[in-house]
C-alpha cells in the first residue's frame, strides 16, 4: 500500500469517527432535552394537581371552587310543594364562586314545566337546585345539566321526585281531643298531643267568638292544646279554629318516616256543642299543672278559671293535701272573679304558712265560697321554691355503720352526737379512708357541714359523697357532690367545710364519704369531728 492510499484511509476514519461523535453528541442532547421536557412537563403536571386537589378541599369563604362537570344527584329533599336537588359533592358552594370551563348557565327541563321548551334556565353554575312550584301530588322527571354560550350541554342527571303538596296536607288528621264540659264552659285538652307520625306540630292557636262576639284566642309553643271555651251559649254549635305550625312527613318502603324541609300552616274547623242539663263545673286554667314557681325570682302568679252560671263568689284554697282538710288549708275569698294574681310576698306567706321547706308540693282548686255539691272542681299541683336557709337532719337515731378503718377510741358513730370531744379517726393506713352512715329511711342530701378534730385541722382535706340503698362498702354507689377544705391554722373546732351536693335528687339509705388525702406522709390518717347533714 503506497503512502497516498495510507493517508486517505486515514481521513476516512477520522471522518467516520467525527460523524459517529456528531451522532452520538446529537442522541446525548435530544435525550438532555427529552428529560428537560418531562420534568417540565411533570413539574407542571404535578403543579397543576396541587392546585385541583386545593379546590376540592372543604370550601372556605371566598374560595374559587373549579369543577369540569356536575357530580350527580347526589342529594334529594323534600319540601312543601318544592324539592331540592344538591349536585356537587364539594357541598353548597354560592354560583359566583364555581368555575366551570365554558359552561355558563344550568338548566332543568320538566314535561310540567309551563316555561319555554319545558325548561328553566339559571344564568349561573349551581351546586344544588331549588325546583318550586310542584303543586301536583305525583313524580315528576327531572333532567339537569349545565349549557355554555353556544348552547352546548353537559351530560344529563336525571331524578324522578315526588312533593309533598296541599292534597298531602289536607289528608291529616287530628286525633279527638278529650273534653271536659258543663253547662257554661268547657275544657278541650289533647294530653296525647295533637302530633303523629305523619306531622310533628311546632306551635299552635286556636280562637272562638263568645256569645257577646268577643273574639277569645290564644296559643303556645309545642303540641299540646288545652282550650277552656267561656261564655258560650248551650245548645248551639260553637265552631274552635285550631291553627297549627307543623313539619309533615313522608313515608319510606321500610314503613319509617322522613321530615321534609318546611314547615307549613295547618288549620281545621272543629265543632263543640254544650248541653244545658250538663253539670256545672269550674275548670281550673292556670297555671298549668305541676308547673315549677321559683319565688327567688319574686314574679307574681295568675290563678285563672272558669266561672259558672250559679256562682257568684269564688274561694281561692291551698294545701299539702289534694283533699284539702279543713286545719291546713289556706282560704283566699275573691268574690265574683275569674283571676287572681298573687305577688311574690302573698305567695311566700301562704307557703310558709303550710310548710317551712324550700321545696314545696302545694295544691291547689277553686271552689264557691258557698259550698254547693252541684258544683264540682278539680285541684293542681304547684311546686314552689322558696329562698332561705338548709334545714338540719335529726340525727339522733342515726347509724354509723362501718369505716375503713377506727383509731382506738374512737367511732364512726361519734360523728353524729354533735359532742366535739368525740371524734372517729382514721388507723394510719394507706389511703382512701371512707365511712358509712345508715339514716333509716330514704333521704335526699343537699349539703354537708363538716368539723375537724380540734387541733389537727391538717389531717382531713378533700373528699367525695356517695348516696345507696345498700351499705356494703364495695357495691353500687351514686356520686352526689364532692368537696374539700380550706387551709387552716386555728385549731378551733368550727365548721371548717361547707359542701353543696351536685345531685339532690337522688335519695338513698345510706351516704359514704371517700377521703382522698389526709395528713402528710407515709401513713396519712383523717378525722371527722361533728357531722351535719341538711335537706330543703
Known sequence: MDAKHSKNIKKRKMKNSNHKKSRISSSILL?????????????????SCDSIYD???????????YIDKLDGVLKVQIGYERVEIDLLEAGRIPASQIRMAKAKKTVIECPDFTETGHRRVIDSICSWVNITGLTQSKYYEFTIYTEDEFGSRSLPLTANVRPYTAENLNSIEITPPSINASSAAAQIEWTNGISALTHKVVNFEWKYTDRDGVVCTDGDEGDKPVIFLENVAAEKDIPV??????????????????PIIDTVDFQQIINFRLSSSADEVIFLKTPIPGIDNDLTEGLPVAFTW????????????????????DEGTYLMNLGDVNEYVMDNASMLTVVNSLNTKLL??????????????????????????????????????????????????????????????????SSATALPHWLIVDMRTPKNIFKFDVYRQAGSLSDTKSMVFYISDNPDESGTWTKIGEGGFSPSTTGSSEPSCEVLMTDRVT??????????????????????????????
Open 360 to 425: 314545696s308540693e302545694v295544691y291547689w282548686t277553686v271552689t264557691p265560697t258557698v259550698q254547693s255539691a252541684q258544683v264540682k272542681t278539680s285541684y293542681r299541683l304547684l311546686i314552689v321554691w322558696k329562698a332561705g336557709v338548709f334545714y338540719k337532719y335529726d340525727t339522733t337515731d342515726w347509724l354509723g355503720v362501718s369505716a375503713s378503718s377506727s383509731y382506738s377510741g374512737t367511732d364512726v358513730q361519734y360523728i353524729l352526737n354533735d359532742n366535739p370531744a368525740q371524734v372517729w379517726h
Open 507 to 536: 335519695k338513698g339509705r345510706y351516704f359514704r364519704i371517700e377521703f382522698l388525702d389526709g395528713r402528710p406522709g407515709a401513713n396519712p390518717y383523717v378525722n371527722v369531728a361533728i357531722l351535719h347533714i341538711y335537706y330543703q
Open 55 to 65: 379546590n376540592v378541599e372543604k370550601y372556605v369563604d371566598g374560595e374559587i371552587v
Open 306 to 325: 272558669t266561672k259558672t252560671n250559679t256562682v257568684n263568689s269564688y274561694t281561692l284554697k291551698f294545701s299539702l293535701s289534694p283533699s284539702f282538710p
Open 241 to 258: 279554629e285550631l291553627k297549627c305550625r307543623l313539619i309533615p312527613t313522608t313515608s319510606n318502603p321500610d314503613h319509617t318516616y322522613t
Open 31 to 47: 435525550r438532555m432535552l427529552s428529560y428537560s421536557v418531562i420534568l417540565l412537563f411533570s413539574y407542571s403536571v404535578m403543579h
